[in-house]
């Protein structure tokens, strides 16, 4: 009985209870919303130490024996990712205290988001292939909700694209659930794994592979399916915005990785190609519709796609080595990215809009808020010792080790290109001159959008950032504890028979001496 | 059995598909409708259909006689009916709100925010 591995997913289940509850008191609401995520943190430091001393932990909902039960299992991937995710709810809930104006906190900004963080949770740590697809309609649903809320026109617009396509993207998923029990009777992935390498139709096993690969490849953002993300994420408010940006496309990232080690390496001879030159198109292509906008928040979006890309890279390249690196581009961007966001909601609410084209000046006014940029843009392009340097540097390295220079020049070059946007920022936001038809709405940097005065809620907003962009820097200048970390996570990965193990316990033998039994039925019929 | 199912979830994929390439939004939804529909009857059929065995176990013995039906993939697809019917529940208050708010059934007029 190993309680910490289900808690990260009661926790914010009961917080988005308990402030449900309270739905007429703000302040509740607010209480709840940082106890809760604080409380959450503590419990996945928690589930880290546990899976830090015994590599995998595992617990069997309802007492039923894998495979015939949902099993909750965490191993090191799940355990950073659980970390990260409770780490983005704390610093988010603390931001939306100042951000989240009261018209949007009325129509349950935390319980929804309490709800987002528990079906990012539960994706993190299930080993039940439909229990996963459960997790993502947790997560989508909440997430539908949070996009349209305040209703504005543009949000309208964006919801319909990306409920569309991750709808679409859940069908697939479903469907290939569908088949892929017709094939093999179980839904525990660990169970899966082990039937999938006796299977009879091999070609079958790579259309499945396939099919999960187009499912999690729309919910991440991947080439050629990403047309949803840059179209919606900067519609909501800017909390949401970095919510969504931080955590969910993370989760298809994250899935790729389980699904792509643990039940489909057979087929990696096929579809290894397809991931590698799908990770080099999603870069680019994120890139370069970063480098026509003029929009803080979708010049961020259309970053979100390229970093996307070096993630599955990291996947796609299929070494320990190169898994390590993608998983250390994932902890590296949740940090990062989400943090950019934030600052964009900061230099709205200074300068209020999102074009850069109006913006400028805030080098000479807000000197901090600039280093906070610099530290987590400069980390986004990859420059040493920020986190990005690391992210990037491991994964270029195992790419010139497998041998697979052009898509390796590729990662360079678009790191040059990120540079060239986040410049870009740089030069339009902080150095250059304010312009002069910029008239900054007085009142707005004197009062908040809720009447408040502006000092103590800007304090509250910027303490998230300033904490962001110093974990950014630790994360680089730290990078060695770190790495030993990701190297596990790319051993366990690379060797899923821990995993399997670790979830079946004593059934395995039985369940290898099943699959043997039926195969040599049919074999004599 | 399974032949006929098939063809019928089959047409069913190629009929929502249809519809979602279409500009209105109202399709658009219909054609959501209609594919997980589709994707609930292709799990059911998958997992193999047998009639008329339900899966008990008769008083004294621990394994049930002959062949049964499968439950487990019928819990899974009234689960993911389930969640259909929540998620697009969602989805025609959307396209409603929407409707009111950009007043065109067009998907082409709604490009403000790919821009």
């Known amino acids: ?525 | 059995m399974e032949p006929v199912m098939a063809i019928a979830i089959g047409l069913l994929y190629s009929a929502a598909i249809f519809l979602m390439l279409r500009r209105s939004i109202v399709k658009l939804v219909i054609g959501l409708m209609l594919l997980t529909n589709a994707a609930n009857l292709l799990i059911f059929t998958s997992a193999g259909m047998t009639r008329g065995a339900p899966p008990l176990i008769p008083e004294g013995m621990l394994a049930p006689e002959g062949v049964v039906a499968d439950p487990l993939p019928q819990a899974v697809v009234l689960t993911a009916i389930v969640i259909a019917f929540g998620v697009l529940a969602f989805a025609v208050v959307l396209i409603r709100r929407a409707y009111e708010i950009v007043k065109a059934d067009d998907l082409d007029k709604m490009k403000d925010t790919d821009t």
Do not use: C
């Not at chain 1, 015939?68 to 659980?82: E, Q």
């Open chain 1, 1 to 525: 009985m190993r309680p910490e591995v289900a808690l990260p997913v009661l926790l914010p289940l009961l917080s988005g209870a308990i402030s449900l509850l309270f739905w007429r008191s703000r302040l509740m609401q607010r209480f709840t919303a940082v106890a809760g995520n604080l409380a959450l943190l503590v419990i996945s430091l928690w589930l880290f130490t546990s899976v830090y001393q015994d590599g995998y932990v595992t617990i069997q909902m309802g007492g039923w024996a894998a495979p015939y039960g949902i099993t909750l299992v965490a191993d090191m991937l799940s355990a950073v990712m659980i970390v990260l995710t409770a780490l983005i709810g704390l610093v988010l809930s603390i931001y939306s205290l100042a951000s989240t104006g009261p018209d949007h906190e009325k129509f349950g900004f935390y319980p929804l988001m309490h709800l987002l963080l528990a079906g990012v949770a539960g994706a993190f740590l299930t080993g039940d292939i439909f229990n996963l697809y459960v997790w993502f309609e947790v997560m989508l649903v909440a997430s539908f909700a949070l996009l349209i809320l305040g209703g504005e026109k543009a949000q309208m617009e964006g919801a319909i694209k990306y409920v569309t396509l991750n709808l679409l993207a859940s069908v697939i998923f479903l469907t290939a659930i569908g088949l892929l029990y017709g094939m093999v009777g179980t839904l525990n992935m660990a169970d899966i794994a082990l039937r999938l390498k006796e299977a009879e139709h091999q070609g079958m096993v790579e259309v499945l592979a396939v099919m999960f690969m187009v499912a999690f490849g729309i919910k991440a953002a991947a080439f050629p399916l990403f047309f949803w993300l840059p179209a919606s994420y900067h519609t909501p408010p800017v909390a949401v915005s970095a919510l969504f940006a931080g955590l969910l496309t993370k989760v298809g990232v994250y899935s790729l990785f389980r699904v792509f080690t643990l039940m489909f390496d057979q087929t990696m001879d096929y579809t290894q190609d397809l991931l590698i030159w799908g990770a080099a198109l999603t870069m680019v292509t994120g890139v370069l519709g970063a480098a026509a906008q003029y929009e803080f928040r979708r010049i961020l979006s259309f970053h979100i796609v390229s970093q996307i890309g070096y993630m599955i890279l990291g996947l796609a390249l299929y070494t320990p080595l190169a898994i390590a690196g993608g998983v250390f581009a994932v902890m590296h961007n949740i940090v990062v990215k989400t943090n950019l966001f934030l600052i964009s909601g900061i230099t709205r609410r200074l300068q209020g809009t999102y074009q850069l084209k109006k913006m400028g000046g805030l080098y000479k006014e807000r000197p901090w808020l600039a280093v906070a940029f610099f530290l987590s843009a400069f980390s986004l392009a990859g420059i040493p010792p920020l986190s990005g340097f690391f992210a990037k540097f491991v994964i270029v390295r195992a790419g010139i080790e497998a041998e697979a220079y052009v898509v390796t020049g590729i990662a360079l070059a678009v790191g040059l290109m990120t540079l060239y946007s986040m410049v870009k920022i740089w030069n339009e936001v902080f150095w250059k001159a304010l312009p002069e038809d910029n008239l900054v709405p007085e009142p707005k940097s004197v009062v908040g959008d809720d009447g408040r005065m502006v000092a103590p809620s800007l304090w509250l907003m910027s303490m998230p950032v300033g904490v962001l962009a110093a974990m950014s820097l630790l994360i680089g200048v730290f990078a060695e504890p770190l790495m030993v970390i990701m190297t596990v996570i790319g051993d366990q990965l690379m060797n899923p028979q821990g995993y399997i193990d670790a979830v079946l316990g004593s059934n395995v033998d039985v369940i290898e001496a099943l699959i043997e039994a039926s195969a040599a039925e049919e074999e004599s019929p």
